[in-house]
């Protein structure tokens, strides 16, 4: 019996009519192609998934045509029917991938655009304020913002400027605001670049990384702009950075305490993506999503990720393939004082998992992002708590804080 035979030997016992047994290995070679086209790098791992999936749900309806007697029964040329059923539904599912990736390819050729422009007209600002003062070590604060003009002044008056040789300079990123969000960040003195467009979650997160990249400071803290997050907790996060302890530090609304204002809904699907994102990263995690978290500046590149809508599973995995040290503390989250969630539709709510699912698989696909005019990562060495002790260590006592103002805590 030679090999042909044998491989088709269990084909046979299926007792298959011819027509059959010629689709099923046309559609086997056709996922043969696909693994090994994938194998030698000529295919995508993503597409790779599609037309696999593709190939293998044809081989099933050529080897169980019964699934679909119902379409078909009582018809003459019933084989027939399942063969033009079979190259439709095929054609069908290619047509619809290949739209869905062209309209994928605008939408990121759309975003690369807005954001150059907003960096461009913002460079000018961004070069004046690159400097950093002899002696001080800049803190960047990092607020992305989109139609928060009820909000963004107070967040903005509460942050410290300056606390003993630690500078603090705030950089704001207007997503498409139609309103005075970036206005009134202009006139409170922050750094302020601005989208044409609103692009969604995650692309002015990742222009404000880029752009606080050419801002020289040391560590950057991310906060939202809708006053959820008490500037109170902004040097606890901050002290594990200064004393090397860490290269990024979340703040968790679930280390210590569980936030009342917190919908069990939106509770329960935190800690689930949190226990998948410690599933595949390793990370123990209480919450992975929380959008107050710090980072050293020479880790910034480690974080980049390609999502534009939610951002925060892409970022985690991209932290832990390129060997990340996190680190959790406990913060308040306070309710909101204005405007309305991310998830304020159930549209926008049911959105977030398919993306959840895409940020996984681009995470595990793609390699590390590099936008236009990304600067080059410096090969800086991690610090030691002894070499930036000192006088930046006693700055993390509350009493030299600077200008933040106290929130009364949410229980």
Request: overall charge neutral; charged content about 15%; glycine content about 8%.
């Amino acid at each position: 019996m030679t090999a042909l035979e044998y491989l088709g030997k269990p084909v046979q016992m299926l007792g298959l009519s011819p027509l059959q047994e010629v689709l099923v290995g046309v559609f086997g070679l056709l996922l043969i192609v696909t693994v090994a086209a994938w194998a030698v790098h000529r295919l995508s791992a993503l597409s790779t998934l599609f037309y696999s999936t593709l190939f293998g749900l044809l081989i099933l309806f050529s080897l169980f045509p019964g699934v679909l007697a119902a379409t078909f029964e009582g018809q003459p040329g019933q084989t027939a029917a399942y063969l033009r059923f079979d190259f439709l539904f095929a054609l069908f599912l290619v047509l619809a991938y290949a739209f869905v990736t062209r309209e994928y390819e605008h939408h990121r050729t759309f975003s690369q655009l807005v954001r150059s422009q907003a960096l461009s007209l913002a460079q000018p600002v961004l070069e004046s304020q690159s400097k950093v003062p002899q002696g001080m070590t800049r803190v960047l604060i990092l607020i992305t913002a989109r139609n928060e003009e009820s909000t963004i002044g107070d967040v903005l008056a509460a942050l410290p400027t300056r606390s003993g040789t630690l500078e603090f300079k705030t950089l704001v990123v207007d997503d498409g605001s139609s309103d005075a969000t970036a206005l009134i960040a202009k006139e409170a003195g922050a750094v302020t670049v601005s989208h044409g467009s609103s692009l969604g979650i995650g692309a002015p997160l990742t222009t404000g990384l880029l752009a606080a990249l050419q801002l020289n400071g040391r560590y950057l803290i991310h906060m939202d702009a809708d006053g959820q997050h008490n500037p109170d907790d902004l040097m606890h996060i901050l002290a594990p950075l200064m004393e090397g302890r860490a290269d990024m530090i979340i703040g968790s609304r679930f280390k210590d305490l569980r936030p009342s204002h917190l919908s069990k809904t939106r509770t329960i699907g935190i800690h689930a993506y949190t226990r998948l994102v410690n599933y595949l990263t390793g990370y123990s995690l209480t919450d992975t999503t929380s959008g107050y978290w710090g980072i050293r500046a020479d880790r910034i590149h480690d974080v980049l990720f390609h999502a534009e809508r939610n951002y925060a599973v892409e970022m985690m995995l991209r932290a832990a393939h390129n060997g990340v040290r996190i680190e959790e503390v406990p913060v308040v989250q306070l309710p909101r004082s204005g405007g309305h969630s991310q998830f304020h539709s159930v549209s926008l709510f049911l959105l977030y998992h398919p993306r959840a699912l895409a940020q996984i698989i681009s995470a595990y696909t793609r390699p590390n992002p590099q936008f236009p005019g990304l600067p080059r990562k410096t090969t800086a060495s991690r610090p030691t708590p002894q070499s930036e002790g000192g006088a930046e260590a006693r700055l993390l006592d509350p009493r030299v804080q600077g200008n933040v103002r106290s929130h009364p805590v949410d229980k």
